[in-house]
Each structure stands twice: as structure tokens, then as C-alpha cells.
């Protein structure tokens, strides 16, 4: 190597996108098996008590979980649109995209707030008394319920505290238009919970 | 410069992604209009099905899945054939162990 070969290549800032989106997807795949186990928790208990999850699922607010799914989805859309802004190098609109995206991230944990407030107002909460007075299957039916609609809410959080993190960082000017592999990241995180949702959606809230 | 530099050129129009959010809400609707018909056990089977026709859009256009190289596309099959290796493994074992 010449002299000014190496110098050239000390200079060269590692950057590896390709691989940093890779990795973000082995991620997500560690996160399809966490939940994908719940599912299965979840497919098999029904399978074994078929009348008690569609009598329990009459409990809850199909209302709020469709506005909760209409929130999230388009959640997703100006969470993918701000990469495209970003791309065209439109930093402004990006940034409001992203604002937007957390606006609905907020509606959906208001939503969810609201809906846990009144199944606990009613005596349903993990080891209450009115809940374990009920048949196995709807007592079931209730802990998967909060395990993983709370684990999935979870993950809206983290997902807006990532978007915050990128907010900030745009504005350091640490992401812009040629360089925005961490935008995507987030985004496809933002994805996942969205994923989740479509079918966490019909399984407890579209029993009938 | 990276030889994966220039995959990152690829650029969704706006409208395409509102295009797409349509699809989704549409398909929303069906599962909601559809699960208040009794249909037995067919309920569950059309409300997993249009979930996966959701999640395939939201993978293909949201995640830009269409556009990546074929190495995560690989990936990605391998994650979800190993989530119905689990799935179906314990199914057999309950129709089994009953």
C-alpha cells in the first residue's frame, strides 16, 4: 500500500448501511420468536377452550381497538414517508412526519389507557378476585390478553423514544439526506409493532 | 464510497404509500365486517388470512422488503419457517398427548 492509499483509507469514515439494516433484521427476527411464543401460548389455550375465549372476548371494546389499528397503520405510512422525505432531502417535512407518527403512537397508548382503566374499574386484572372466580379458560384468556397487549405496548414506547432519539439527531445534523440508515431503522422497528397489532387486532377483539 | 451505496437510492413516492394505507384500511373493514358474520370456524381462518395479505404488504412496501436484496429475503423465510416449525410441532403434540 502507497503512502497516499493509506492516508486515503484512514480517512474514510466506516460506514456499512447494507449491513446496519441486516442486523436491524436479525433483531426483529429475535423479536417475531418472543412474540411468536405468546402466540402459540395463546393458540393453544384457545384451541383448548374454545366457548370461554369468545364468551371473554365479548369483554372488550371493538371501537377501541379498530381506532387503535387505523391509528397504528397510518402511523406506519408517515413513518415510511419520512424516508422518502428524508431521501428527497426534505428535513422539515421528515421531521413533521416523524411528530405525526408519534402523535399516533400517543392516541394509541391514550386508547389503551382508557381500555385497561375500565377492565381493571371492573374487577379484571391478573389475580383479582372477580377474575379467578371465572372459568379457567377466561381467567387464560385475560392474563394473555395483558401479557401481550402490554408487551406490545411496550414496544410503542420504545418505538417512540427511538423517534425522539432520531428527531434529535436530525436536528444535530447527525442524519440528513445521504445518511439516514438509523431513520430507517427506526422505522422498520415502528413496522414490527404494527405487524404485531394486525394480529394481535382480530385474535382478542374479533371473537364472536 | 460502498458497493451497497447505491441500493439506498430508491425512492417511494408519497402516493404509492397513501395507495398502499388504502389497501390496509380496506382490508381493516373486511375483517371487521366479516368477523360479525357466524361462520364457525371459518371466522378465524379469513381473519388470519387477510392479516397475512396486510402483513405482506406492510413487509413488501412499508419495509421496503421488495427492494432489498435477496439475502434478506432468505432471512426472512428462515425466521418464519423456524415460528411454524414451533407452531406446528406443538399442534402435532397436542393432537397427540389429548
Avoid at chain 1, 364468551?55 to 379498530?66: F, H, K, P, S
Avoid at chain 2, 360479525?36 to 413487509?59: D, E, H, Q, R
Wanted: proline residues 1%; hydrophobic residues 50%; aromatic residues 20%.
Amino acid at each position: 500500500m502507497s503512502s497516499t492509499d493509506h492516508a486515503a483509507a484512514v480517512h474514510q469514515v466506516h460506514r456499512d448501511d447494507y449491513g446496519s439494516r441486516l442486523g436491524m433484521w436479525l433483531f426483529l427476527f429475535t423479536e417475531l420468536i418472543l412474540f411468536g411464543g405468546l402466540f402459540i401460548v395463546y393458540a393453544v389455550y384457545r384451541f383448548m377452550h374454545q366457548q370461554e375465549f369468545h364468551l371473554a372476548a365479548q369483554e372488550l371494546n371493538t371501537t377501541i381497538g379498530l381506532i387503535n389499528t387505523i391509528a397504528l397503520l397510518t402511523s406506519s405510512m408517515t413513518a415510511a414517508m419520512s424516508i422518502t422525505a428524508m431521501q428527497k432531502g426534505n428535513l422539515r417535512f421528515s421531521k413533521w412526519l416523524i411528530w405525526v407518527t408519534i402523535g399516533f403512537a400517543f392516541v394509541f397508548m391514550v386508547n389503551k389507557y382508557f381500555e385497561w382503566s375500565a377492565k381493571i374499574h371492573h374487577g379484571i386484572f391478573p389475580g383479582s378476585k372477580d377474575l379467578l372466580a371465572k372459568p379457567d379458560g377466561e381467567i387464560l384468556y385475560f392474563g394473555l390478553y395483558y401479557v401481550m397487549t402490554g408487551l406490545h405496548t411496550f414496544h410503542v414506547i420504545v418505538g417512540v423514544i427511538f423517534f425522539l432519539f432520531i428527531l434529535r439527531q436530525i436536528k444535530q445534523g447527525k442524519i440528513t439526506s445521504d445518511r439516514y440508515v438509523r431513520l430507517e431503522n427506526s422505522a422498520l422497528y415502528w413496522h414490527l409493532v404494527d405487524l404485531i397489532w394486525i394480529f394481535l387486532f382480530p385474535l382478542f377483539y374479533l371473537i364472536h | 464510497m460502498s458497493e451497497h451505496q447505491h441500493q439506498e437510492s430508491h425512492v417511494i413516492e408519497y402516493g404509492n404509500y397513501i395507495f398502499i394505507w388504502l389497501g390496509l384500511l380496506a382490508f381493516t373493514g373486511i375483517t371487521v365486517t366479516v368477523s360479525g358474520i357466524n361462520l364457525g370456524n371459518w371466522t378465524i381462518v379469513i381473519a388470519l388470512f387477510i392479516a397475512c395479505i396486510k402483513s405482506w404488504y406492510v413487509l413488501n412496501y412499508f419495509m421496503h422488503m421488495k427492494y432489498e436484496e435477496m439475502v434478506f429475503k432468505i432471512f426472512i423465510l428462515t425466521a418464519l419457517f423456524t415460528f411454524f416449525i414451533f407452531l406446528g410441532f406443538t399442534f402435532w403434540d397436542y393432537s397427540f398427548a389429548r
